[in-house]
């Protein structure tokens, strides 16, 4: 499902504005309809962060008909956006509780609930990769758990399966040690 959104957000709202969407995350909104936090770059290198609405209505007033799909094209709007270079800080609130709030610190402070921490921590985790590349400063989080952010373990970043089958791999290999014979000779 998150693909055919990313496919969508990113042929009505961010390729004709010359800009490539990086990463999202469903978030939680008082308004009605659904809400992301979207990451872009542009052509010039400028990232952005946008909150994006989506009101689920039908097209009317056509003669066509219309899949579901297409009707719901128009439905994607940027409610606010803002420069990577003007975040100042990624407050995570507290380290320590599975809360999936955070703040984002421009001129005026934005709090924002993701719909779970993973997605909290995804979204932390590429603007970290993209303002050490595209603004060339290290960007400042507070009170996130720096294990999930810069993962320090060589196969921590691969991915669960390439860890799971690692360990399998290891444990295959201690088994088969084991049972191999040992000559009491010396």
Same mark, same amino acid.
């Given at each position: 499902?998150?693909? !055919?959104?990313?496919?969508?957000?990113?042929?009505?709202?961010?390729?004709?504005?010359?800009?490539?969407?990086?990463?999202?995350?469903?978030?939680?909104?008082?308004?009605?309809?659904? $809400?992301?936090?979207?990451?872009?770059?542009? @052509?010039?290198?400028?990232?952005?962060?946008?909150?994006?609405?989506?009101?689920?209505?039908?097209?009317?007033?056509?003669? @066509?008909? $219309?899949?579901?799909?297409?009707?719901?094209?128009?439905?994607?709007?940027?409610?606010?956006?803002?420069? !990577?270079?003007?975040?100042?800080?990624? &407050?995570?609130?507290?380290?320590?509780?599975? &809360?999936?709030?955070?703040?984002? $610190?421009?001129?005026?402070?934005?709090?924002?609930?993701?719909?779970?921490?993973?997605?909290?921590?995804?979204?932390?985790?590429?603007?970290?990769?993209?303002?050490?590349? $595209?603004?060339?400063?290290?960007?400042?989080?507070?009170?996130?758990?720096?294990?999930?952010?810069?993962?320090?373990?060589?196969?921590?970043?691969?991915?669960?399966?390439?860890?799971?089958?690692?360990?399998?791999?290891?444990?295959?290999? !201690?088994?088969?040690?084991?049972?191999?014979?040992?000559?009491?000779?010396?």
């Amino acid at each position: 499902m998150s693909s !055919l959104l990313r496919e969508e957000m990113q042929r009505v709202l961010f390729r004709p504005e010359k800009q490539r969407l990086v990463e999202f995350i469903e978030i939680e909104e008082p308004a009605q309809g659904r $809400h992301f936090l979207c990451v872009s770059v542009a @052509k010039n290198k400028v990232v952005q962060l946008s909150i994006v609405g989506c009101q689920a209505s039908q097209a009317s007033g056509s003669k @066509k008909s $219309h899949t579901k799909r297409s009707s719901i094209q128009e439905c994607y709007r940027r409610m606010e956006t803002w420069s !990577l270079q003007d975040l100042t800080l990624v &407050d995570g609130r507290d380290p320590d509780v599975d &809360d999936p709030c955070f703040l984002l $610190h421009f001129d005026k402070v934005r709090a924002v609930t993701a719909t779970s921490c993973s997605a909290k921590y995804s979204i932390v985790r590429a603007l970290v990769a993209l303002s050490d590349q $595209h603004c060339q400063r290290s960007l400042n989080l507070r009170n996130f758990d720096w294990a999930y952010i810069k993962p320090t373990s060589f196969y921590s970043n691969r991915g669960d399966c390439v860890v799971l089958s690692q360990i399998c791999f290891y444990a295959f290999n !201690l088994v088969c040690l084991s049972m191999c014979p040992v000559p009491l000779d010396a």
